[in-house]
């Protein structure tokens, strides 16, 4: 069964298109020079509009943490239960984390602190979405 698929609104749409090229991008504000995600329609430490852009960035990070889902609510998920749920911190900026299955790792012996890099998933309607895995 496909994935849950993001149905990309004007706020976050140039993310999802970003994802569709497999690429990573996170929200950039010019006036005060910090990156935001998920995305807002202004600075959250400025208050800034006008100066929001999309920022490419390594799609390189840490594990911060992690738990086991052992039964999640979500149909689509079912059949790969149990699975890993981590929390990656970007490289560019800690503050940023991005949550993952991380594909193909054993569930449940995670190294907090260990090295992810992005790759993308299609889902059901063809959006593509960032996942990561242990490198």
């Known amino acids: ?50 100066g929001l852009s999309w920022k490419p960035v390594s799609g390189r990070g840490t594990i911060y943490s992690y738990g086991v889902v052992h039964d999640t609510p979500v149909a689509a998920m079912q059949p790969e239960q149990p699975y890993n749920l981590a929390v990656v911190q970007l490289d560019e900026d800690p503050g940023i984390n991005m949550y993952s299955h991380l594909p193909g790792a054993p569930i449940d012996n995670l ?6 890099e992005v790759l993308f998933e299609t889902t059901g309607n063809g959006q593509k979405v960032p996942e990561w895995r242990l490198v």
Request: contains cysteine; glycine residues 8%; proline residues 11%.
């Open 1 to 50: 069964m496909p994935k849950q698929s993001p149905v990309p609104d004007d706020l976050d749409r140039g993310f999802w298109e970003a994802c569709n090229e497999e690429r990573l991008v996170i929200q950039h504000c010019s006036a005060c020079d910090r990156l935001q995600h998920p995305p807002l329609a202004a600075c959250f430490e400025c208050g800034s509009r006008a």
């Open 111 to 116: 190294p907090i602190g260990g090295r992810v």
